[in-house]
């Protein structure tokens, strides 16, 4: 069940013994995608670093916390990514762009926060929606100067609202882009596509933090 306004998020439970724990953006990706191509089973996924770690507060005590009374598990959404056919998952976000200062950016966000850029504000990791916002596809695109300084606010978050950056909160996602453009899900760039759609998977996987 996703989180619901004014309720705690989670419940007070430690990882169970054996269970797998991930100290990066991509450890998370790879244990995610081997758990839903049923390459290892669904188990909680203790976090100890990476961006969904900062997002939950960056708690102290690393793997030994995960074990303890003060270690918290919680659901998570996960975006499912459909690349020119090709299926991959993302944890935090997938960005899709050839360069940041022209032609179209789309960044598509289930947290608030990837790397040092707070890119969906108003995004919870078990809210069951995706927050997309895109520049360059629906409406006209930021100009090199507007990208200047909508990079600059992108680690507060004050980029949005902009009459150039169209947001979202959709469950799904798709577009057929003019030419192809590179894919990176959780800051790693995986591909290149033409036809991408995204599609939100509520409670897709559990953390403990």
């Known amino acids: 069940m996703t989180v619901r306004r004014n309720e705690p998020w989670g419940s007070a439970a430690p990882l169970p013994d054996?269970?797998?724990?991930?100290?990066?953006?991509?450890?998370?990706?790879?244990?995610i995608t081997c758990q839903r191509t049923g390459g290892s089973p669904a188990t909680p996924i203790g976090v100890v670093g990476g961006d969904l770690w900062r997002v939950v507060g960056a708690p102290a005590g690393g793997a030994d916390r995960l074990g303890s009374e003060h270690a918290r598990a919680a659901p998570i959404d996960l975006i499912e990514v459909t690349a020119d056919g090709e299926t991959h998952w993302a944890c935090i976000g997938a960005v899709a762009r050839n360069w940041w200062w022209r032609g179209p950016v789309v960044a598509a966000m289930s947290a608030e926060s990837l790397g040092v850029w707070r890119l969906a504000p108003a995004a919870h990791p078990n809210d069951g929606r995706l927050h997309v916002l895109s520049t360059g596809l629906d409406r006209p695109t930021l100009s090199a100067t507007q990208r200047?300084?909508?990079?600059?606010?992108?680690?507060?978050?004050?980029?949005?609202?902009?009459?150039?950056?169209?947001?979202?909160?959709?469950e799904r996602w798709e577009h057929r882009f003019d030419r192809p453009l590179g894919l990176w899900l959780d800051?790693?760039?995986?591909?290149?596509?033409?036809e991408l759609t995204?599609?939100?998977?509520?409670?897709g996987a559990a953390i403990v933090f």
């Open 187 to 194: 800051g790693e760039r995986v591909a290149r596509c033409r």
């Open 148 to 170: 200047v300084l909508a990079r600059r606010r992108l680690r507060s978050g004050a980029h949005v609202p902009h009459p150039a950056i169209a947001v979202r909160r959709v």
């Open 18 to 31: 054996g269970a797998p724990i991930a100290g990066s953006n991509a450890e998370l990706r790879r244990l």
């Open 198 to 203: 995204l599609a939100i998977r509520p409670d």
